[in-house]
């Protein structure tokens, strides 16, 4: 992985996790235009947005060899998590 590869998961992941805290885990379909990111319509399925970006929390360590950017995020995730427990979105076993 080349140091902007690195650069741009990690933007990206930052991005993401902005989007899903302030949405509540709700992702939406997002398209450059002028350079910046603009929101264009609901999502066609949440779980696949959130199930990319969990992929990819994981693979970035394995691939940078850092992963204190995840134990950062873990905790700003955390409360996001124990809100869809609550409301039934996420099933525990």
Same mark, same amino acid.
């Given at each position: 992985m080349t140091e902007t590869e690195k650069k741009a998961?990690? *933007?990206?992941?930052?991005?993401h996790t902005g989007i899903l805290l302030e949405t509540d885990g709700k992702m939406g379909?997002? *398209?450059?235009?002028?350079g910046k990111l603009i929101y264009k319509e609901k999502a066609d399925s949440e779980d696949g947005y959130l199930g990319m970006y969990l992929?990819?929390?994981?693979k970035y360590p394995l691939y940078t060899?850092?992963?204190?950017?995840?134990?950062?995020?873990c905790g700003k995730l955390y409360g996001l998590y124990e809100r869809k427990i609550k409301t039934g979105f996420i099933l525990c076993a």
């Open positions: 998961v990690g *933007r990206y992941l930052d991005w379909i997002y *398209r450059k235009e002028s992929f990819l929390m994981g060899g850092e992963a204190g950017w995840i134990c950062m995020e």
